[in-house]
């Protein structure tokens, strides 16, 4: 069972930057796709970003898109989402999934999720 703990969510100004880490235990990180989703109050759950298990591949949502940008420290068991030039459009609740397969995240199926850490832009 693995299991995922998001950090580095905080309060910034509309402007700023943040970079948010996923820290993978119980299972064989270099074996899963990443991905990072966020959840504003009163929307549903949106996909970000995905990453392959190697890191060679990555692909992110237009919302996003030149902003954000996802990595992963397999040695670290780690996944990164460095976010700029936030927008107070930006907050919500931000999570990391990890899947088998790459397609698995796009369909919004992982196998597991994070418990979520909280992002809060302000005008």
């Known amino acids: 069972q693995v299991q995922l703990v998001e950090s580095g969510g905080a309060w910034v100004q509309a402007g700023g930057s943040l970079r948010l880490s996923c820290v993978a235990s119980g299972g064989a990180f270099d074996q899963l796709s990443m991905g990072w989703f966020r959840q504003a109050p009163g929307k549903d759950r949106e996909l970000l970003a995905r990453?392959?298990?190697?890191?060679?591949?990555?692909y992110y949502e237009d919302v996003v898109k030149g902003r954000f940008a996802i990595s992963r420290d397999n040695a670290q068991s780690t996944v990164y989402l460095q976010m700029n030039n936030l927008k107070p459009e930006d907050t919500a609740v931000y999570y990391c999934a990890a899947a088998k397969l790459l397609m698995k995240l796009s369909a919004y199926q992982p196998e597991y999720w994070g418990q979520g850490t909280q992002v809060t832009v302000s005008a």
């Open positions: 990453i392959s298990w190697s890191g060679s591949g990555t």
